[in-house]
């Protein structure tokens, strides 16, 4: 069965629409708005395999052009997009936006939720060890979080996800594609040999020295390089040690035989252990 041509007037139409839009259109959208007529405006019948052949050859149109630009799918939609090679000039021009970027303390409870939505704000603060009342409230004026429901929980807090705004901004098409937690360990670790090994070399040694010293110093926070303890190296390796802090030892004092009465025994923390910087039970991760 032989398929109708697409008219030009079709595809000028959409890579308008396209090119107009300054979020992703999904293949709905486009068909809605040509199917729905503005007063006396044309109405154009229009199938969803018809606008998928026009994006395929309008980026076939700017391959063979040399084009700076294509259109990719996104966040569910279709938008243009530069091509990654010009990505340093649009960064040079984006640079007196950077006053506008997300904090850290945004972006580590952005991750919290992407990674756990739907997750409410005890969760979260569970999870940082922070307050996250002033994260979330800039997450949403920039309309990267939202409300999602509600917690069967008592009290019945909120429960708070991504939008498609937090898709657009990262560049992905769903939470799918978003990197797992194993291959960003392996991106860090990857990071801090190199670190490590810029910094010695800097330090004049070789690099027989360099491959020697590997594994048994670590980068600090501060970009300096310290030597690991001996007793660590014995025991486990740095990706072995316990993220989160043992267990409070809990002493026992009164007759351990007297079991009959559930008053003769009384439990009291460490003296340094009572004083912590996050109100709130702990969480294992």
Known sequence: ???????????HIIESLLF??????TIRTIIEILRTPDES??????????????????????????????????????????MPEFAEWLGRMAKDKAKRKLSTAALETLAVIAYKQPVTKPEIEAIRGVNADYAI???????????????????????YGTTEDFLKHFGVNDL??????????????DQTDDMEKEILKRMGKTEEEIEEALGKTAVTENGQLTEILPE???TSSLTELPLVPE??????????ADTGNPGAAESRVDDDQQDTPFEGPPTLI
């Open 137 to 159: 409230q800039k997450l949403m004026e920039r309309n990267m979080v939202t409300i999602v429901g509600r917690a069967a929980t008592p009290g019945r807090p909120l429960l």
């Open 247 to 256: 267990p409070v030892a809990v002493l026992v004092t009164g007759d351990p």
């Open 41 to 82: 405006g044309p109405r154009i019948r229009v199938r969803e395999e018809d606008v998928l052949e026009i994006i395929r050859q309008l980026n076939s149109e700017y391959v063979e052009s040399g084009r700076s630009f294509r259109v990719i799918q996104v966040a569910g939609g279709f938008q243009f997009a530069t």
């Open 20 to 25: 107009g839009s300054d979020e992703p259109l």
């Open 232 to 234: 660590i190296l014995e």
């Open 1 to 11: 069965m032989d398929q109708t041509p697409i008219s030009d007037s079709k595809r």
């Open 176 to 189: 799918a594609e978003l990197p797992k937690p194993r291959e960003i360990d392996e991106i860090l670790a």
